[in-house]
C-alpha cells in the first residue's frame, strides 16, 4: 500500500524545513511556544515574508500586543519591507483585541473571515494566543474556547501559526492548556541563559503524521532573520 504524503507548507526559514519533512502540512495549525526574547515574532513573520516572496502566498498578521509601527521597525532589520508589502495587498497586519476575537466566535468569523476571501490569505499568525486564553478562568471553558477558535480557524483554509507566550526550561515543563491536544504541531523555541550566556535552540516536541527530528537544536538570529542548525545538537544543564 502507498503511503499518503501530506501536502507540505515550506517556510523557507534556514534548516527549519530539513527538520519536518519539508515544513507545515498544509492548512494545519501550529503552535510556536517560547519566552520573551526567544525568536517567535521573528518566526512567524518569516513565515509570512516567505510564503508572499517565493510562493505568492498572501499572509496576513493579526496581533493582540504588537504596534503595527513598531513590528515594521523593528523587521525591517532583517531586510521585510512590511509597509510595501501592505500596500501592495499581499500582507495584512490587524490588531485585535482579545475580547473582539472572543465575539468572533459568536459571530462566527466577521471581519477576519472577509479579510481572508477578499485577499486570499493562505497564511495565518496569530501573535499571540495566550492573551486570548487568558480570558476565560476556569478549564473547562478554556478549552471550549480554544475548540470553537480552533474550528473557525480550520474552516479558513490557511496554514496557521499560533504562538504562545511561556518560558521553556524543557519539555517537561511546557504547560500548554491543553492546546497540545487540537493544534498538528508543537515548536518549543528556548532563550536560556547559563553561566552568564544565553543560548537559544529550538525543538520538534510534535508534528501530526511526519518524521521529524526529535532533538534540541542549535538556533541563531542574525541579520536575515532565524537560522536553524539541524547538525548542531543543544544540550542544557537541565537535560544532563
Known sequence: MKKFK????????????????????KNSMNLIIGGAGSGKT???????????????????????????????????????????????KKFVFLEYSPERVKKLLVE????????????KIKRLVIDSI???????????????????????LRSWDCTTLLTSEKYVVNM??????????EVDSIVLMYHIKERGIRKRAIEILKMRGTKHMEKTLKMDINNKGVNVYPNKIVIFKNDA
Open 108 to 119: 462566527g468569523g466577521g471581519l477576519i473571515e472577509n479579510i481572508i476571501t477578499k485577499y
Open 172 to 181: 517537561d515543563k511546557v504547560e500548554t492548556g491543553g492546546l497540545e491536544f
Open 130 to 152: 495566550t492573551s486570548f486564553v487568558l480570558l476565560y478562568q476556569d478549564e473547562l471553558t478554556k478549552k471550549e474556547a480554544a475548540l470553537s477558535l480552533f474550528s473557525l
Open 6 to 25: 501530506f501536502k507540505r507548507v515550506q517556510t523557507h526559514i534556514p534548516g527549519f524545513d530539513k527538520l519536518t519533512d519539508g515544513g507545515f502540512k
Open 42 to 88: 521573528i518566526f512567524s513573520v518569516a513565515y509570512l515574508v516567505n510564503g508572499i516572496l517565493k510562493h505568492k502566498e498572501p499572509g496576513m498578521y493579526i496581533t493582540f500586543e504588537e504596534k503595527r509601527e513598531e513590528l515594521y521597525e523593528n523587521m525591517s532589520e532583517f531586510g521585510w519591507d512590511l509597509a510595501k508589502l501592505e500596500k501592495e
